[in-house]
């Protein structure tokens, strides 16, 4: 019998229950959510890492490792990899976290 954890994943102000193991961005649309803005719900990769459109700011918990294709991607305009963004479609959860949005349709446009 195999039993997955099932982390609370908070997302802007929503509360979500996420398998183990499961990407961020799958996670978040399988619940009716989405890391893309506006029109990058359409115009986006598709979970591939190369778009960069998923980006998030994760406040609190965990993270898996960077990929190599997230760390390229993070590493050119409008991203900065020193920026922290992670690509939703790139992150694995494994745990608990809180995991904020940001603004733009790249996502990488903080409040000020």
Avoid: Y
Avoid at 3 to 14: A, R, T, V
Avoid at 20 to 35: N, V
Avoid at 49 to 70: D, N, Q, R, W, Y
């Amino acid at each position: 019998m195999i039993i997955l954890h099932m982390p609370k994943i908070k997302f802007n102000d929503i509360e979500l229950i996420v398998p183990e193991g499961t990407t961020l961005r799958k996670g978040l649309l399988e619940q009716g959510c989405s890391p893309h803005n506006g029109q990058a719900r359409w115009l986006n990769c598709k979970g591939l890492g190369t778009c960069g459109t998923c980006a998030v700011e994760v406040l609190k918990g965990e993270p898996s490792p960077m990929t190599k294709i997230e760390s390229w991607r993070l590493n050119f305009p409008p991203h900065k990899l020193e920026a922290g963004l992670r690509l939703a479609c790139q992150l694995e959860l494994r745990g608990p976290m809180d995991v904020r949005k940001h603004q733009g349709f790249w996502g990488e446009k903080r409040k000020t």
